[in-house]
Structure formats: C-alpha cells, structure tokens
C-alpha cells in the first residue's frame, strides 16, 4: 500500500491581498489576488487627486472672495464717483447762478456809473493792463486739480461775496437816485437868456417914484424867447394872475415852488409834469410890466427867496 505524503499548506503571500468570490451554486470559488503595492499606489494616487481637489476648491473659493471684493469696491468706487458727478453738477448749477448774479451787479456797476456821468478812463482793471505798458502776460506756477470741498468753499464765498455787493451798490444806487431826484426838483439853472434888469430885494420903483420890494429877478430879452422851467415838478397854476399877467407857477415838492410871469403865451396846463429845461412859454410883457422881460420867483413855503441863490 502505497503512502501520501502530505501536502504542505501554501501560505498567503503577504505581499498580495486575495479576494474571495463565491458565486452562486454549482459555480466554483475564484479568488482575486491584488498586489500590495498596487493598493498602496491607488492610495497614494487618490490622496494625490484630493489634495489636488481641496487645492483647487480653495483656490476657487479664494478667487470667488476676492472677486466679491473687487465687485464690491468698485461699488463704492462707482458710488463715490457718481457723488463726485453729483457734485460737480450742483457746482456746475452753482456757478450759473454765479453768473446771473454777476451780470446784475454789471448792470448796477453801468446804472451807477450813468448816474455819477463819471467813467473812468486810463485805469487799470483787474486782469487787463494800461495801454502802453510793459506788461508781458507772463504767467505760471504748479497746477493742481482743485477737491470738490475746496470748490464748494470758494463758491460759497463768491455767493456771499455777490450778495454783499449787490446789497451795496442797490443802497447806492437808491441814494444816487434820492440825490437824483432831489437835484432835479431843486431850481438850479437860469430860467432864459437875457439881461437881468432887476434884482431880488428893494429897487427903484420902474414906474418912476420911489422904491419897493422886488420877490424875484426880471430877466430882458426879445419876444418870443423861450422860457424853460428850472426845476421838474408838476404845473400847479397855468394863466393871468392880476399884475403878473400870463403867468406859470410850479410846485417841485419839499415846499419849493417857482414862478415865471409876463409870459406872451404859457405851453403848459395845471396838472401837467414838467423836467427840468423844458419849455414853459414864451418872454412877454402881459400885466404890469414896462417892456418884455420875465420876472421869475423861488418861494420856499410861500415866502419868496433870492433865486441867486439856487443859480
């Protein structure tokens, strides 16, 4: 009888991992050996593969962040700027304005100017230079873009700048105007050309006996010379008045009256304005009166005054 001899038992191959299949019934069992190495090298190639993942997923959250970031400051930026527009604009407005105002102060400046008849001549106006003189035009200096707060502080400025200066030249022009006023009411230039043959006060009678008192100051001349009023005012009385014969009495306001008497022919009626240097009437000798001449009074309050003294 012939012996066996038994069969040594194979031992796993550390360096392999086996795999049991075990099908289902009537199939025989399979095994699948995968090398160690194999498996440590898959390992090593997926955890390769998720630091590359988890590099590349904090990579693209660290862009998406700072592209959020970029996005929200050039927000603000864009924000800033359409402040700035803004700005600018309300300056820009501003400015018009600035404008308006300095063409009515240029309008009072000539208004003004007109009512003084003083225009300056051969001076020197800011940003120009005299006829004849050296004046190069140089400039120069470093230039910088002025801020928005700097343009708003100089606006200001100007603004109330303007305001002054009109307010001021207003008040002028109102007290050029009262002096204005006043000047023209108030008798100042001869009433007609001619000789004055009687002065204000006592005189020889022209009737030939005695003396008496003379209210104003007889002016001769021809027929028919003109008669202007020598103040503005309103005609207040307009025809024959006794010894005065045709005569023209004005009132100029502030109680300062003027009479024109003798006249050949009056041109003016009650209620009518007159300017001064207008033509009244015409040198007579109506009423009592010795040739032709013009007696011309000032009366302040109804009492007659010297008319030299208001020529």
Known sequence: MASTLPIPEKKPDKREYTIMVVPHHGQSVRSIRIPISAIKCGVGILSVAALILGGMFINYRHTVHTANAEKAELEKLRQ?????????????????????????????????????????????????????????????GP??????????????????????REQSLKNLRDALSERNARLAATPSIWPASGEVTSRFGWRSSPWGWGSDWHPGIDIANDYGTPIAATAAGEVVFSGWYGGYGQMIRIDHGNGIETVYAHNAENLVRPGQYVKKGDVIAYM?????????????????????????NFL
């Open 143 to 164: 230039t910088a873009p002025p801020k928005v707060d700097e343009l708003l502080a100089l606006v200001n400025d100007l603004q109330a700048n303007a305001k002054a």
């Open 80 to 140: 800033v700027n359409n402040f700035q527009v803004k700005q600018i604009e309300q300056l820009a407005k501003a400015t018009s304005v600035l404008q308006e105002d300095m063409a009515r102060l240029n309008k009072l400046d000539a208004e003004v100017r007109r009512m003084l008849n003083n225009e300056e001549t051969g001076v020197s106006r800011s940003g120009s230079a005299r006829p004849g003189s050296n004046a190069s035009g140089g400039q120069g």
């Open 284 to 308: 007579g000798s109506t009423g009592a009166s010795t040739g032709t001449h013009l007696h011309y009074e000032v009366r302040v309050n109804g009492t007659a005054v010297n008319p030299a």
